[in-house]
């Protein structure tokens, strides 16, 4: 089998953000919300265990140490903001080290370990989506003070908004049996209570302004390090019942896509699969040089390095070409924990 090449994809990437370029301009500012796989250090400033401020997190980062981002260097999101020629970092909402001047061209509001459901954040002490939004009002305050309020607006309209929530609703929450939703729901009816939450987070931010909204689609969650991981009995591999829910959970998110942009005029709200391109990698990391040592040395799974695992995100970003709008899919790849 062929090898795909870091320098092929790396063109790929290049030729797509090449049709960004009259985009760019458009975009004044990345604003984020989530979990850890977009935390960029929110959870350092907060009291709760769910920490990754130590080493070998930011062990490629500019300097080699920890920066409250659960990766070993920059977040998908941070590779996003620069290829619209913004920051090569979006700063942590919480983060003292930048003001309202940085988060006028980005902003992270995401909270490792956090979900859709409020009981998720509670397993760990962390922040709950709701206060992501309530920082995300605040947010805006600061900026009309700073900027004024017809250019506060024009950010917050034109900005590219990146959402990445739902894994810890499952891995931390349900199938933990530590909340007690196991017992309220079935797995079909819960998938069905998050999606209730999606839908009301959405439509929040919407009202408040965003117009530009990337929702990540789940990923193979029965396929990452800790399950598999804990799937030691079973030779570690894949656990297929989690990753059946995940596919169903992210047909159900893209109908409720499809709902609101028809619902909700202007809305620009687009679902970013990440699912089988990970699974893609997981079995056959050889085709994805120079990855494969990340995933698996021969045909045994690497636990010792398992908090590189590969992480994806497909962003969808519109591009504006003659007055004709575009879709570009852009394939970002940073090393992260994938949680």
């Excluded at 990970?278 to 990855?291: G, K, N, Q």
Aim: aromatic letters at 12%; hydrophobic letters at 40%; glycine letters at 8%.
């Amino acid at each position: 089998m062929a090898t795909t090449s870091f320098p092929n994809l790396f063109l790929h990437l290049l030729l797509c953000l090449s049709s960004l370029a009259a985009a760019s301009a458009r975009v004044p500012a990345v604003i984020v919300f989530g979990d850890s796989t977009v935390d960029a250090g929110n959870n350092n400033q907060i009291k709760t265990v769910l920490k990754s401020n130590f080493l070998p997190y930011g062990r490629d980062f500019t300097g080699g140490l920890p920066t409250g981002r659960f990766c070993n260097g920059r977040l998908a999101t941070d590779f996003i903001s620069e290829a619209f020629g913004l920051p090569s970092l979006v700063p942590a909402y919480l983060d003292p080290a930048y003001t309202i001047q940085d988060f006028a061209k980005g902003v992270c509001f995401a909270s490792a370990g956090t979900g859709l459901d409020n009981a998720t954040s509670d397993v760990l002490s962390v922040i709950p989506l709701w206060k992501e939004v309530e920082y995300f009002k605040e947010y805006q305050k600061k900026l009309r003070r700073h900027v004024g309020k017809a250019r506060a607006r024009n950010i917050v309209r034109e900005a590219v908004y990146v959402v990445s929530i739902g894994t810890n609703d499952f891995l931390e929450n349900y199938f933990l049996l530590v909340t007690g939703r196991f017992k309220q729901f079935t797995v079909e009816e819960f998938e069905d209570f998050l999606i209730d939450r999606a839908a009301d987070f959405l439509t929040a931010i919407y009202r408040l302004g965003a117009r530009k909204i990337s929702f990540t689609g789940l990923s193979a969650i029965g396929c990452l390090p800790l399950e598999r991981t804990t799937n030691a009995l079973q030779g570690g591999g894949c656990i297929e019942e989690y990753n059946k829910v995940a596919r169903d959970f992210n047909v159900k998110l893209q109908a409720l896509i499809a709902r609101l942009c028809a619902s909700l005029p202007g809305l620009k709200l687009r679902y970013s699969p990440v699912y089988d391109s990970l699974l893609r990698i997981i079995r056959s990391p050889s085709s994805y040089a120079p990855f494969s040592g990340l995933v698996r040395h021969g045909n045994v799974y690497d636990y010792n390095r398992s908090f590189t695992y590969i992480y994806i995100s497909f962003i969808n970003l519109e591009s504006h070409s003659s007055g004709t709008d575009t879709v570009c899919s852009v394939l970002w790849i940073s090393r992260c924990d994938g949680r």
